[in-house]
């Protein structure tokens, strides 16, 4: 058993031969973990006996010749923004630090029906506000490829657990391209889906009208695998789609994948966008080509003007949704509840204390866009853009099939490198966030194989679909991997 090279249906062939059993594997992935994340960070907490006892419910299904599904006994990680009954869920920040949850998030529910393993919960930027996971409360994430580089953001520590090998695969969540841009970083494979396509129930939300929970894989496969499992109509989120919306479009067979045709938006393809980026995502397109697909160049007007109204929408709504800690609904902060006088003192204190830098920047910056005599000038003008940048997508869905883009201006930056300017850390934004507007799935797939250790720095190509085409952003990436 190599834990390097297992996939979800190897590690499920394995375990069904009896070669090795689920407790074999989740003991090896803790040993790694034990070994590794000292210098890597990706977790804030490791399951480990629930993992174990998890693990030895799979082996026992299999001594007594039951049938299991191909998630049962796959080693999970899971970000620490998504709810675990009787675990400890923070969002990285001090002022959850103490709060357990009380229920399961959907996604879980549904894995627990597979019999998943969970092995534990993953550093994330604080509330998922962050593009290099160096805003957690609690420590930096280091990117499993050169521990002086940033992981990504927010879901760093779910990608860099899945590219160091501690976790199998993961869930992370995806506002603005946290789950794409780490996974590009890392090497890995991350994928956004159509927004409404996974229930968000369970999910400490940043965004509502932007969040979306995604699989961070070894493989477009195991991607697809997950996907499909998490995927789904639930009554506790009103915004789920329907089943048969989320199901009406079926995978393609390889021949009629590659009849598909990939649009290539000029506006992406931008000065200042790192030469090694330009250079790997047009080895990307080549190896595209040599396998069959058409291209066509499409325009996309409105793109340069996406990072604004992102960075409008997204602070009006963590305004709005990060008002609940306020240190009374949730645990509080010890050492602040023995110091203060009154309803107000602790309000003030809580969340001076318990908020980062990251959060109170954008709490202050979704209010002022919110208030009144800058509301229409900002925030209603931000979502008429929004719909502008919804009609430029559909108009491209017309011509072709789906959209090709790089996953971020640039390789993995130098941890601190940007911490200081705000403004140059959005700007690792700036492809990922037009699909989040438009609610499009979305996908973030290695160029190539990258070899820890080498000193080569992965990179990502991104590709986007209609809405709940999901099928064909896996079919591509498929192809992708197995033949080009």
Same mark, same amino acid.
């Given at each position: 058993?190599?834990?390097?090279?297992?996939?979800?249906?190897?590690?499920?062939?394995?375990?069904?031969?009896?070669?090795?059993?689920?407790?074999?594997? $989740?003991?090896?992935?803790?040993? $790694?973990?034990?070994?590794?994340?000292?210098?890597?960070?990706?977790?804030?907490?490791? /399951?480990?006996?629930?993992?174990?006892?998890?693990?030895?419910?799979?082996?026992?299904?299999?001594?007594?010749?039951?049938?299991?599904?191909?998630?049962?006994?796959?080693?999970?990680?899971?970000?620490?923004?998504?709810?675990?009954?009787?675990?400890?869920?923070?969002?990285?920040?001090?002022?959850?630090?103490?709060?357990?949850?009380? &229920?399961?998030?959907?996604?879980?529910?549904?894995?627990?029906?597979?019999?998943?393993?969970?092995?534990?919960?993953?550093?994330?930027?604080?509330?998922?506000?962050?593009?290099?996971?160096?805003?957690?409360?609690?420590?930096?994430?280091?990117?499993?490829?050169?521990?002086?580089?940033?992981?990504?953001?927010?879901?760093?520590?779910?990608?860099?657990?899945?590219?160091?090998?501690?976790? /199998?695969?993961?869930?992370?969540?995806?506002?603005?391209?946290?789950?794409?841009?780490?996974?590009?970083?890392?090497?890995?494979?991350?994928?956004?889906?159509? &927004?409404?396509?996974?229930?968000?129930?369970?999910?400490?939300?940043?965004?509502?009208? /932007?969040?979306?929970?995604?699989?961070? $894989?070894?493989?477009?496969?195991?991607?697809?695998?997950?996907?499909?499992?998490?995927?789904?109509?639930?009554?506790?989120?009103?915004?789920?789609?329907?089943?048969?919306?989320?199901?009406?479009?079926?995978?393609?067979?390889?021949?009629?994948?590659?009849?598909?045709?990939?649009?290539? *938006?000029?506006?992406?393809?931008?000065?200042?966008?790192?030469?090694?980026?330009?250079?790997?995502?047009?080895?990307?397109?080549?190896?595209?080509?040599?396998?069959?697909? $058409?291209?066509?160049?499409?325009?996309?007007?409105?793109?340069?003007?996406?990072?604004?109204?992102?960075?409008?929408?997204?602070?009006?709504?963590?305004? !709005?949704? /990060?008002?609940?800690?306020?240190?009374?609904?949730? *645990?509080?902060?010890?050492?602040?509840?023995?110091?203060?006088?009154?309803?107000?003192?602790?309000?003030?204190?809580?969340?001076?204390?318990?908020?980062?830098?990251? *959060?109170?920047?954008?709490?202050?910056?979704?209010? &002022?866009?919110?208030?009144?005599? &800058?509301?229409? !000038?900002?925030?209603?003008?931000?979502?008429?853009?929004?719909?502008?940048?919804?009609?430029?997508?559909?108009?491209?869905?017309?011509?072709?099939?789906?959209?090709?883009?790089?996953?971020?201006?640039?390789?993995?930056?130098?941890?601190?490198?940007?911490?200081?300017?705000?403004?140059?850390?959005?700007?690792?934004?700036?492809?990922?966030?037009?699909?989040?507007?438009?609610?499009?799935?979305?996908?973030?797939? *290695?160029?190539?194989?990258?070899?820890?250790?080498?000193?080569?720095?992965?990179?990502?190509?991104?590709?986007?679909?209609?809405?709940?085409?999901?099928?064909?952003?896996?079919?591509?990436?498929?192809?992708?991997?197995?033949?080009?």
């Amino acid at each position: 058993m190599n834990l390097k090279e297992l996939t979800v249906k190897s590690l499920h062939n394995g375990l069904v031969k009896k070669e090795f059993s689920a407790r074999e594997v $989740t003991y090896g992935f803790l040993d $790694t973990i034990r070994a590794e994340d000292g210098e890597i960070g990706a977790y804030l907490s490791v /399951l480990e006996d629930g993992a174990l006892e998890q693990a030895d419910r799979v082996d026992a299904m299999i001594k007594d010749g039951k049938e299991i599904s191909l998630l049962s006994g796959v080693p999970l990680a899971i970000k620490d923004n998504m709810l675990i009954k009787g675990t400890r869920t923070t969002a990285a920040s001090k002022i959850l630090e103490y709060y357990e949850a009380s &229920y399961d998030a959907t996604v879980i529910e549904k894995l627990k029906k597979e019999n998943v393993v969970f092995l534990g919960k993953t550093n994330l930027d604080e509330f998922a506000m962050g593009a290099s996971t160096e805003n957690s409360g609690f420590h930096v994430t280091k990117n499993p490829h050169d521990t002086e580089r940033v992981a990504g953001g927010s879901s760093g520590g779910s990608v860099a657990a899945v590219a160091a090998h501690m976790a /199998l695969a993961a869930l992370g969540s995806d506002t603005g391209g946290s789950i794409r841009q780490p996974s590009a970083f890392c090497g890995v494979v991350g994928m956004k889906p159509t &927004y409404s396509a996974v229930s968000r129930s369970g999910l400490i939300a940043m965004a509502s009208s /932007l969040d979306q929970i995604g699989p961070i $894989t070894k493989t477009v496969e195991d991607a697809e695998i997950l996907f499909d499992v998490i995927k789904g109509k639930d009554k506790y989120d009103a915004t789920s789609a329907e089943d048969e919306v989320i199901h009406r479009f079926r995978e393609r067979a390889p021949e009629d994948v590659k009849k598909l045709k990939i649009g290539i *938006p000029k506006e992406y393809f931008i000065d200042g966008m790192d030469n090694r980026v330009a250079h790997a995502v047009e080895e990307a397109i080549a190896r595209l080509k040599t396998l069959g697909f $058409t291209f066509e160049e499409i325009s996309l007007p409105h793109a340069k003007y996406a990072l604004a109204v992102y960075y409008i929408i997204m602070p009006a709504e963590v305004s !709005a949704n /990060l008002a609940r800690f306020e240190g009374v609904r949730y *645990p509080g902060i010890p050492e602040v509840e023995n110091e203060v006088n009154s309803l107000k003192d602790l309000y003030f204190k809580t969340r001076g204390t318990g908020f980062g830098a990251e *959060p109170r920047r954008r709490i202050l910056l979704g209010t &002022y866009v919110l208030s009144a005599g &800058y509301y229409d !000038a900002y925030y209603a003008k931000a979502q008429k853009v929004r719909r502008l940048i919804r009609n430029d997508f559909e108009d491209a869905f017309r011509k072709v099939d789906v959209i090709l883009a790089p996953v971020a201006p640039t390789p993995a930056f130098k941890i601190g490198e940007k911490a200081s300017n705000p403004l140059e850390m959005y700007l690792s934004d700036i492809f990922t966030v037009q699909a989040s507007l438009a609610g499009l799935p979305g996908i973030s797939i *290695p160029v190539k194989e990258y070899v820890m250790g080498s000193g080569e720095l992965p990179i990502g190509f991104q590709l986007m679909g209609k809405p709940f085409h999901e099928a064909d952003l896996f079919g591509i990436g498929k192809l992708y991997q197995k033949e080009g």
